[in-house]
Nanobody
Framework: QAQLVDSGGGLVQAGGSLRLSCTAS????????MGWFRQAPGKEREFVAA????????DYQSSVRGRFTISVDNTTNTVFLQMNSLKPEDTAVYYC??????????WGQGTQVTVSS
């Protein structure tokens, strides 16, 4: 069972930046794709970004493309989400996830991101 530990959330003003981190306890077929999701109060969890450990072809939700960047550090099994030009609508609990590409099997505990206007 892989474990994911995510961190890096906080309170920031609109236009500011935060970097989220997620460290995976192992890299296997079941964790070959790493991603970030978010859930705002009263809303369903939604996809934000995903990447494979090689770093190729990251994928983004349209509303964050150009503002967020997902990246990996293979030496520490860590995936990052650099969030720039944050907006109040980015406020949510952000979850790290790992999966095979067709399903997400493991989840982090979540980290709160709050963007004030």
């Amino acid at each position: 069972q892989a474990q994911l530990v995510d961190s890096g959330g906080g309170l920031v003003q609109a236009g500011g930046s935060l970097r989220l981190s997620c460290t995976a306890s192992e890299r296997t077929f079941s964790t070959r794709v790493m991603g970030w999701f978010r859930q705002a109060p009263g809303k369903e969890r939604e996809f934000v970004a995903a990447i494979v450990w090689s770093g190729f072809n990251p994928d983004y939700q349209s509303s964050v493309r150009g503002r967020f960047t997902i990246s990996v550090d293979n030496t520490t099994n860590t995936v990052f989400l650099q969030m720039n030009s944050l907006k109040p609508e980015d406020t949510a609990v952000y979850y790290c996830a790992a999966g095979t590409g067709t399903s997400w099997r493991y989840w982090g505990q979540g980290t709160q991101v709050t963007v004030s206007s």
